[in-house]
């Protein structure tokens, strides 16, 4: 089996999360649906990019998307929430995926329609998803399209998603469901993270073999998560691309898991998540230098975060 297409290889199309519950976002809904807006119109690239899917969860919704993305195709599709880099389907191809088991990021979060969204959307492109009995969010693994996955060891071996199953064979079924023929495991995710260390907010591959790794900052929370993940990398022969960190990240006086990381790797743009922070277009700059082919586009993703998380938990793409 091969294994999925790395992100950087031609997409069909990208399905992209848009906020529909006011309860859950609160006086966050406006901001966050706006700046959704704008990493999808950053994708779309009127036009040189790929196709926007916008997913909203109701009618509400759906107007409010078609209001702010008028370039966009809308999606209505009732979920929970709008991570659908966890709670959609992987894809192998265009015409095949696996749909996995989700439980709100280990018990944390239980809401309706996340449990089978990613064989809905799946169905409704004409998609093969075919569903693997355990629990498996895409956030928390990433391919370099050759066979090699990496992921980390808080998620993946956390008693919370399949406790009964060990190391082995986590990895025996990375290669049985996904193709995945090496597991590079690092250790801890970021500070505060509740998806328990998903490695798309802290390492991504940005070629074959090549991990991008944030570099800490002065007073940064995840020093010794950076410190511990390149060592790993390093010691398994993968080359690390050193990436600024967004150093201390504060919201209400609490660490907030914020990373430049969480970009997402578009047909036209690479789309890098903002937060205010002295090394913003630091950021933006390294990661446009790893994709010369396309543009680096930096847009805020503030109101997104309250939420936890940021453009890439929020997309899925549809390999060409």
């Known amino acids: 089996m091969m294994p999925p297409p790395a992100e950087w290889a031609p997409h069909r199309a990208v399905w992209i999360g848009f906020p529909s519950h006011r309860e859950l976002w609160l006086d966050d809904l406006a901001p966050a649906r706006a700046e959704v807006a704008a990493f999808a119109c950053a994708v779309h690239a009127d036009g040189r990019g790929e196709p926007v899917l916008l997913v909203a969860a109701d009618r509400e919704a759906a107007d409010a998307a078609r209001d702010a993305a008028p370039f966009a195709r809308v999606v209505v599709q009732p979920f929970g929430d709008i991570w659908l880099r966890d709670t959609g389907p992987i894809l192998l191809s265009a015409l095949e995926g696996r ?11 239980d809401l309706a329609g996340d449990e089978d969204i990613g064989e809905r959307l799946a169905a409704g492109e004409g998609i093969a998803a075919r569903r693997c009995r355990w629990v498996l969010e895409g956030g928390a693994i990433d391919g370099d399209g050759t066979g090699l996955v990496v992921t980390t060891q808080q998620c993946l071996l956390n008693p919370n998603r399949n406790p009964s199953l060990s190391r082995d064979d986590i990895e025996a079924r990375l290669a049985d469901d996904l193709g995945f023929e090496r597991v590079l495991w690092l250790g801890e995710g970021l500070v505060n993270d509740h998806t328990d260390g998903h490695v798309d907010n802290l390492a991504r591959f940005v ?13 940064d929370p995840n020093w010794r ?39 997402y790797i578009g047909n036209a743009a690479v789309v890098v998540p903002l937060y205010g922070a002295a090394n913003d277009e630091a950021a933006v700059a390294a990661i446009g230098a790893l994709f010369p082919d396309r543009a680096a586009v930096g847009l805020r993703a503030d109101h997104i975060l309250t939420g936890g998380g940021s453009f890439h938990c929020i997309s899925q793409q549809v390999p060409a």
């Open 99 to 109: 749909a996995f088991g989700f439980n709100g990021w280990g018990g944390k979060y």
């Open 207 to 219: 070629a074959p073999n090549r991990l991008a790794l944030p570099v800490a900052q002065e007073n």
């Open 225 to 263: 998560v950076y410190q511990d993940a390149r060592l790993r990398a390093e010691a398994a022969g993968v080359e690390v691309a050193a990436i600024p960190s967004p150093g201390r990240v504060l919201r209400d006086e609490q660490i907030v898991p914020a990373s430049y990381m969480n970009f």
